[in-house]
């Protein structure tokens, strides 16, 4: 039998690479999306879910894995603390032990007095309520400015939080993060765009693909943050796209 000629051979590889909107969803679906939901946070749906999120990113903010910041959120939670405004009546001690218990033997002190400073803060600030924060700045670079200024936050911190609620608060709009964009263009999904601003590129591909953006971005981030490229010819056929 003849071989197919070399062209024909190409444009039936191609056809098996995915598109865009596949490779969107294949991301989400193989390093997940937002990591409230991950946690079973629901920021859409009231201001009560929104103060677990606030709890969580502040332990996501130490330098410290995800894992073990998802665990001790889920152990500070199962003591009862889903707020920050409870940590200023929790001994330091206690807190210490919860810390450990998740696994954050390393910056248990340090976290523990951050985290009673950090209520004693949104406290005399905001009368315990962070979604006053959101309800007070409704522009980003004065929520941004805020939230930056709470003891142990910074723009890491500042930056994951607000990212997941979008379209939930009205300051709640940064600009697409670093990561996402690294992880982006990784994929090429930022080609062909020429200068049109890769946030709302990403809106759109989510949009298409049928997935809530911050899903995609957070996706995004966890793709950068899962290896740093050296080894991976990116694109569609990026190894962590590739089916298991």
């Given amino acids: 039998m003849t071989p197919p000629a070399r062209g024909t051979a190409l444009v039936r590889s191609a056809t098996r690479l995915p598109t865009a909107t596949a490779m969107a969803r294949r991301l989400v679906e193989?390093?997940?999306?937002?990591?409230?939901?991950?946690?079973?946070?629901?920021?859409?749906?009231s201001d009560a879910q929104v103060e677990r999120w606030f709890l969580a990113a502040t332990l996501f903010g130490t330098r410290i894995s995800a894992a073990v910041a998802q665990r001790t959120f889920h152990?500070?939670?199962?003591?009862?603390?889903?707020?920050?405004?409870?940590?200023?009546?929790?001994?330091?001690?206690?807190?210490?032990?919860?810390?450990?218990?998740?696994?954050?033997?390393?910056?248990?002190?340090?976290?523990?007095?951050?985290?009673?400073?950090?209520?004693?803060?949104?406290?005399?600030?905001?009368?315990?309520?962070v979604a006053e924060i959101g309800r007070r700045y409704r522009s980003y670079p004065e929520l941004s400015a805020q939230l930056d200024a709470l003891p142990g936050w910074g723009p890491v911190t500042v930056r994951l939080?607000?990212?997941?609620?979008?379209?939930?608060?009205?300051?709640?709009?940064?600009?697409?993060?670093?990561?996402?964009?690294?992880?982006?263009?990784?994929?090429?999904?930022?080609?062909?765009?020429?200068?049109?601003?890769?946030?709302?590129?990403?809106t759109t591909l989510a949009r298409r693909a049928?997935?809530?953006?911050?899903?995609?971005?957070?996706?995004?981030?966890?793709?950068?943050?899962?290896?740093?490229?050296?080894?991976?010819?990116?694109?569609a056929a990026c190894t962590l796209l590739m089916p298991p």
């Fill in 161 to 202: 939080f607000l990212r997941e609620l979008r379209g939930v608060w009205p300051g709640a709009a940064p600009p697409l993060d670093e990561r996402a964009g690294a992880g982006a263009r990784h994929l090429g999904l930022l080609e062909q765009h020429g200068r049109r601003d890769p946030l709302e590129v990403i």
């Fill in 30 to 45: 193989a390093l997940g999306g937002r990591y409230s939901s991950e946690l079973g946070i629901d920021v859409d749906a």
């Fill in 75 to 129: 152990v500070l939670e199962a003591a009862g603390l889903n707020r920050i405004a409870q940590a200023r009546h929790v001994s330091w001690e206690a807190l210490v032990a919860l810390l450990d218990q998740g696994g954050y033997t390393r910056y248990d002190f340090r976290t523990a007095t951050r985290l009673q400073e950090l209520s004693d803060a949104v406290h005399e600030r905001f009368g315990d309520d």
């Fill in 210 to 235: 049928g997935l809530d953006r911050r899903d995609l971005e957070s996706a995004l981030v966890r793709l950068t943050l899962a290896h740093g490229h050296q080894h991976c010819p990116g694109g």
